[in-house]
């Protein structure tokens, strides 16, 4: 105890602030009135502050001398009470054998927790940690020094439902070699499968996490790269649960039709696209059979007879009639050469598939046809917990068995956003909102209400994450089994009667009655392509933007009509883009865009003369309008070619089957 320069008792206090002499104790003028200040290095020795030092100061302050400014009254009511520091000490779940103990640095208070048994400091944590076991993390908690005078100590435990499900989880084993659980009989039968050897490394471990998760999984590969295929495999795991709800953005129903068709080898009537259905939702469909009643068994050369020579140009299967190009004259031809026997054989649909609104609108039918199996793409659409549409789809989600989401940017969401997805594939974990929230979303309070789009002991979710939700790859991962640009095929439904426009130019073109290029040219086909392709371009558009946010993403277009679509869509999303086209300053574009970080799209232009570009930081390629040529085509895909590459960078084409889409994608595609 020591006087100031007035001659008063000094009084004893602690460092709050932050900073490194937080914790530590000084005497200071009780007053106010001189500038005395002296550290109180005698409190350093000890844990715990001498209770009888407070005590004296206490006393030694109500018999000082009170100064003239200060009434009686005032220095009597003035409450001499020990001010506590609050320390907050938060329990993390790290992995399965270790957990963390974050708290404040605290001069008094680090001491005591060293000493606590089994506890350890990790230098590259930053934390406190100590073995994942139920006796030790019980036995940590209670060795807490809670009773220091000048400390309040904060305690946020582990949740409960981690306790009960990891910590305290014993698994069984089965004493009965003779007895296979279902996890191991259905990667038993897909290891032997043909489907094994289709898949990359990586995709099998995506079937096997799934597997082992009973057919509930969040699968979020980094820019998409083999979603789709990792799905459909996990999918043909449980095909005895057939038929399969797809349910994606109402953009990508077709491109889904055309993935699972060549996936599992269907025919188009065992894959029904709901948004398309007419006369009711689950009926059972017909397949028309032909069978040739007399006749010598060859057949006269008609115009049905040279399409199919086209299979390999146009993309159908052999005996596949291509649909553009059918014609009502077709089938008089083949009566006047032999008596034809039409047979019906009922086929059963094994896929459906439905955009989320047509699920929601629908959502009564859909629960009485009782599907097994669900697959949910685009997944991150139901982030929101305030929007019927997401609360109604994940609770059809949530009362199915098997349940498979698909999101390209489950990696880069916050954890606000993730809780829905959670709450699909395992209720379980987080079966309070308000409690996820406060604990993983680091709520703040504004000015107009309280904020949970932060991030707060991540750690702990993403070892939930990573051992119980979903199965998240980055590129760099995909990097070595993917050397090549990845290749994506993106088909866009347009109207009927815009195709009607184009089939008289493709008749003409298959029959040969004119020069393709002379065609094209004449009719300016390129740009009506592009103007039937519009709507659907920007919609399509609109879902790029709405799920990447972070890779940097190429536009290569052909007209300018559809550049200033695409530009009115950025614009309107307040999206920075660069366009590159013949002007001037084509390098220092380049060069700009490549060093940006604020800048996300780059707009192409496909008539580019000049084909030296290198854009190596671009990661997602859209390319809307489709080359005339393989030189064209090998020329853009050399634009984001680089040795700087450290990831595989996807390539999407847009492809609007009964225009000239038709015509150029496999002319240009072909070796």
Not at 378 to 399: E, F, G, P, V, W
Request: hydrophobic share 35%.
């Amino acid at each position: 105890m020591c006087n100031c320069k007035c001659g008063v008792r000094s009084t004893s206090h602690e460092v709050k602030t932050s900073g490194p002499n937080r914790g530590r104790w000084y005497w200071r003028c009780a007053t106010g009135f001189c500038n005395f200040f002296k550290w109180d290095d005698s409190a350093l020795p000890f844990i715990r502050h001498p209770v009888e030092a407070y005590a004296a100061a206490g006393a030694s302050r109500s018999i000082s001398r009170r100064p003239p400014t200060l009434s009686y009254a005032q220095q009597k009511d003035k409450e001499t009470t020990l001010t506590k520091t609050t320390v907050k000490i938060v329990f993390l779940l790290l992995s399965k054998t270790t957990i963390g103990m974050k708290a404040q640095k605290n001069l008094t208070l680090d001491p005591a927790i060293a000493k606590i048994e089994y506890v350890s400091w990790d230098e590259d944590l930053s934390m406190w940690t100590f073995p994942a076991s139920l006796r030790v993390y019980n036995n940590t908690i209670a060795a807490l020094p809670t009773d220091i005078p000048n400390i309040q100590v904060d305690i946020e435990p582990i949740p409960d439902t981690l306790i009960d499900n990891i910590l305290m989880r014993n698994d069984t084993l089965v004493d009965n070699p003779d007895i296979i659980s279902e996890v191991e009989l259905k990667w038993t039968e897909f290891v032997e499968s043909p489907m094994r050897n289709r898949l990359k490394p990586f995709q099998r471990e995506a079937v096997r996490l799934g597997i082992e998760r009973k057919g509930r999984i969040l699968l979020g590969n980094e820019n998409g790269i083999g979603l789709a295929e990792q799905a459909l495999a996990l999918a043909s795991v449980y095909r005895d649960e057939w038929p399969i709800l797809l349910m994606c953005p109402s953009v990508l129903c077709e491109t889904w039709k055309e993935t699972v068709r060549s996936f599992f080898d269907l025919e188009d009537e065992e894959i029904c696209v709901l948004d398309n259905a007419t006369g009711g939702l689950f009926k059972e469909t017909s397949i028309l059979l032909k069978k040739r009643k007399k006749g010598n068994g060859t057949m006269k050369p008609t115009a049905s007879n040279k399409r199919t020579k086209l299979k390999s140009l146009f993309g159908y299967k052999h005996g596949e009639e291509s649909p553009l190009f059918s014609s009502d004259d077709d089938e008089e031809e083949e009566e006047e050469n032999d008596e034809i026997d039409f047979v019906y054989n009922s086929v059963s649909v094994k896929f459906y598939i439905a955009s989320h609104k047509k699920v929601l609108k629908n959502k009564t039918k859909i629960n009485e046809q009782k599907f097994k199996v669900m697959i949910c793409d685009a997944s991150h659409y139901l982030k929101s917990r305030d929007q019927n549409q997401a609360k109604n789809i994940c609770k059809m989600l949530q009362d199915h068995r098997r349940a498979i989401l698909l999101s390209d940017s489950a990696m880069y969401s916050t954890p606000i956003d993730l809780y829905n997805q959670i709450s699909v594939v395992n209720p379980k974990w987080y079966p309070d909102a308000n409690a996820y929230i406060s604990r993983y979303c680091n709520p703040r309070a504004k000015v107009f209400g309280v904020t949970v789009n932060g991030r707060s002991n991540i750690e702990e979710l993403n070892f939930v994450l990573d051992s119980h939700i979903w199965y998240c790859p980055r590129l760099t991962e995909m990097n070595i089994e993917y050397p090549d640009p990845v290749h994506h095929k993106i088909i866009l439904s347009i109207e009927k009667k815009v195709k009607k426009e184009f089939q008289a130019y493709l008749t003409s073109i298959e029959e040969g009655e004119e020069f393709v290029d002379e065609v094209i040219e004449k009719n300016d086909l390129l740009k009506k392509t592009s103007m039937a392709k519009k709507d659907v371009v920007c919609n399509y558009l609109e879902y790029v933007f709405d799920t990447y946010k972070r890779p940097k993403i190429a536009i290569v277009y052909y007209d300018t009509n559809t550049l200033k679509n695409i530009e009115d869509i950025m614009k309107k999303r307040k999206v920075k883009h660069i366009a590159i086209n013949n002007l001037e300053n084509m390098e220092e574009k380049v060069r700009n865009y490549n060093n940006s970080h604020a800048v996300q799209v780059v707009l192409i232009d496909m008539k580019l003369e000049k084909s030296s570009i290198c854009l190596h930081s671009v990661d997602l390629v859209v390319i809307v309008d489709q080359p005339t040529n393989k030189d064209d085509l090998t020329k853009i895909e050399s634009y984001f070619e680089s040795d700087k590459r450290e990831a595989p960078v996807v390539i999407k084409y847009l492809i609007a089957p009964g225009t000239m889409d038709s015509y150029l994608w496999p002319l240009a595609r072909e070796e």
